[in-house]
């Protein structure tokens, strides 16, 4: 590997990710005229309250082909939230005529304004960061604490950075996907002030990793001794700025934090776009999947359920929490999990879609008997009335004496995955709440071969679980 | 539970096993006859030495219709090893002329005289159990200790404790039992000074349990964190009285205690001769084995071999430790051991007999692939290399990313127990030495229902694994 090949690469990458002068004078006019029509509306307010551009449009870092505009509407602390709620969203439906409510930590509109989606969120105009009264009005102080310290070759390394993450798949600051937030992209790169200067730290990490910008900044890695003493536990922390109370990146999962800084290696030994552009996934199909499960031999079962109708963000957190629950359950009760994902479609819509909780287990199927250790022999009253109980149990093997205790065998509940997932003790589990709605409701348990035919619906899911790439 | 009802089995139980008085005179007048034939020898032989009779013969402990006379001739510690153990055979010749050699630490001559089993054995005359030479030199002391102590009340309690033991399965001090010498029944009824005293204790004893009869005597269990503090940490500690440093439990097996100790209680709760004299096994057949293994729902194996040709002493403990390793290895491969035993006859025999190792588990076969987690990701050249390693490894799922680690699914080594035993993973658990070398011949695997073909040579093990009592 050598300079030239990664400069090479990246200068490729630029030219890709680097919005045009159309591009931006486009923007550039559409947000003005935006934020025309919403002082307008703001005029027709009792209160005063002023707009302002944020994110990456605002900064710059965009891509190439994003078409998102952030407007935030910034209303005196004096009135309610009542107040805010209903002016924020008069202004949002003046600006944006077609545009829908959605609902963050309050509600706000949402539209397409000149082939752009527009966002146009109402938030108080507070002081400072740490004042804030709700999440969003946090966001100004991000794109102040940014803008007053971007250069444009920062905001180009920010476009790579944020380029390369999506291009392995851990950008994204939702629960879905437990990556990169935008904001903790260009802290990262200002951090190091340049791609490269980053990805070959990252490359080198050892989580905990610690960052704090407050102070004159520079790379400056907080030895793990000190990381751990921080009241952050996540395994990489960087300090809010506008706000030193807050890790940006808590949402961050470990195993993503891990793929990143793979792939930064694989950046620096073997330079290539395709990093930054893979190619897509091609959906398995069934034949496909019958093929793993044949070569692997592996026992598939899946529960198969209506989507709850829950935003993405409280879904995917209550499907990996069930997810984790199961296999837990397989795990304890013998089945030995061997892998396990979950995957949805219809997230979100109001159009129900479908669930699902997806494990392999090693053990397809156990004995009708399972051994049930009692108490040691001389604990006297205890062990008696073990030995009783089962003394005269005709389904019970036992009780026999094995290192001094008292043992049967006894019973099983369940000999296969399959029978647990179809009993109630699928709901003793730890389930998410609306996924444990959801599925007492009715399921659909798949087994072995059966799993196959959810490739249908979840082909690139089942390629990415099958086909595993980090 | 009375006592008039415990009282009544043992004086029915006592009239079975006291020897009556044309028994005690006809062993005491063969007795007499070998202690003449034997020091007639001695007066051959260049050196002095005296003739001994221990055991439960000479103290009146043994059980009716036992026909076992043991002599020891005590040489003078002036001759070597050699010299004691070709005297010790001279006599033992000329006493039992139809007589075979036997070892224990040295030979000796065993042999039928007038219908008793007859053992002469060498030994040295040293003046204290603590000067021993051999292990054998320390039995006249344990004799004259307890010919000192025993009245005929006390040998009756003996005499009904044996019987009890054997009853229950727990009397016997050689390596297969695991249980309790004579020389230990003969001191746990001394120090109780009575069966009832010592049972009713033993059903609360709470091991480790300690007694030392070098002092005044009378039932003192040592509290547990005392006996935990001496130097022996078997469940029952009986300080040898003739030679402190030695446990007369020690060959004791934690399960054969507790086993008592269950009967113990059983006898009090509902006294009843057949505890004492129980019905003998029925062997199982091959469609009672097929029945139990049908309704367990278990995986059977059974390794196959020629019984080495070593004493019962050496075989067992071997058989259990070779047994003990295949289990483990099960455990550790995912098999999970439900249960297992071993078996043998032919022991000790020159025609040889048929060892096996019987193991079911609870698995029957596992996937074409088990996880193999690597480093984390974060930890550099290790990780690296990790991942280089299996990259381009097309037999393997991954590397991807689980928790920060890298995580492979590859190839398993043995999806089936029956596989494993089958393979060189074999000979890689801890084996007996000799059991090692019987394998290392040949040796077959039995699978499931094949495993009940073992009925026809084991039907009375099989019906003890399969329809264990306790």
Redesign the interface.
Known sequence: MTDDALDAVLERVSERVTPDADERERLRAVTEELTDRAETAIEELPVDADVTQVGSSARSTWLAGDRDIDLFVRFPTEIDREELERYGLDVGHAVLPDGHEEYAEHPYVKGEYEGFDVDLVPCYAVDSATEIRSAVDRTPFHDAFLQARYTPELAEAARLLKRFMKGVGVYGSDLRTEGFSGYLVELLVLEYGGFRPLVEAAA????PVRFDLRGDGGPAEVPPDVAEAAEFDD?LVVIDPTDPDRNVAAVLS??N???F??YC?ELLDEPRESLFFPEPTEPIDAAGVREHLD?????AVAVVFDTPDVVEDQLYPQLRRSLGGVADEFDRR?F?T??ATTFADGVGETASGTSVLFV?T??????????HEGP?????EHA?SF?DAYADDESA?????????YVV?REREH?TPEALLRSDTLFDVALGTHVETALGGSYDVLVGDETAALAEEFGEELRAY?????
């Open positions: 080198e990490w050892h989580p395994p470990e195993a934090l891990a793929r800084q793979h290696r070569r692997r031999g592996s026992h013998g030995d061997l892998r392999e090693a053990v397809a199927e156990l004995p009708a008997v399972e051994r040691p022999v001389h604990v006297g008696a030995y093997y036992g009780p026999f004496v094995d290192a001094g205790r065998e000999r099958f086909e595993p790439e980090i």
